[in-house]
């Protein structure tokens, strides 16, 4: 048997065909680094392609537009961020998961990317439709179970619209992301879950 060379080059291994979700996560975090380092605008397939070093066939395959692929792309950055906590206080869960939301729109350049996928969406029915499919929609509907948690525990008045206090809670966090006449912060987010839980009409 003949030792082998200290200086002989390793042998390579063939590089293979990697794993659909291992190719899909990767498309998704070059995606949202475009977003959110140079805007809704940068995120097309061909520069999404060169970063994760994917094929822009595999992303049509997958999205059905660069708009699309931007919206699902900030839902995998933003999700962790936004868990709904469950300690069974209504008022304690949903001040903090409303000061998070607050957090994401203000930290970096993620509330420039929120907005200009929500302008962009107004015209876009595909990234409209992503962005209800895998934001938006899931987003919503976690409030909606702590609230019907929460109205179960009698923490919440039974005739409530819990669809409203929805809008009225993170509707009012986008106004004035969109519309910044007043600051957005943790101070406005706690406000906000105080008049919603207490009411504005006289005791």
Known sequence: MTDKPLNAPTPRRGRGRRPAAEVRAGVLRAAADLLLHEGIRAVTFDRVATAAGSSKMTLYKWWPSAGALAAEAFFAHSEEQLE???????????????????RLLTHGNTGAAIAGLIGVAQT????????????SAPRRALA????????????????????????????????????????????????????????????
């Open 124 to 135: 876009d029915p595909e990234l409209s439709a992503a962005f209800s499919q895998h934001y």
């Open 84 to 102: 709904f906590p469950d300690t069974g206080d209504i008022r304690a869960d949903l001040t903090s998961q409303l000061c998070a939301f607050v």
């Open 144 to 203: 909606l179970a702590a609230f019907e948690k929460a109205r179960a525990r009698g923490q919440l008045r039974d005739d409530i619209d819990l669809g409203i206090l929805v809008d009225q809670l993170w509707g009012a966090c986008y106004n004035r992301l969109l519309v910044p006449d007043a600051p957005l912060d943790e101070d406005y987010a706690i406000a906000l879950v105080n008049n919603a839980l207490d009411g504005a009409s006289a005791r």
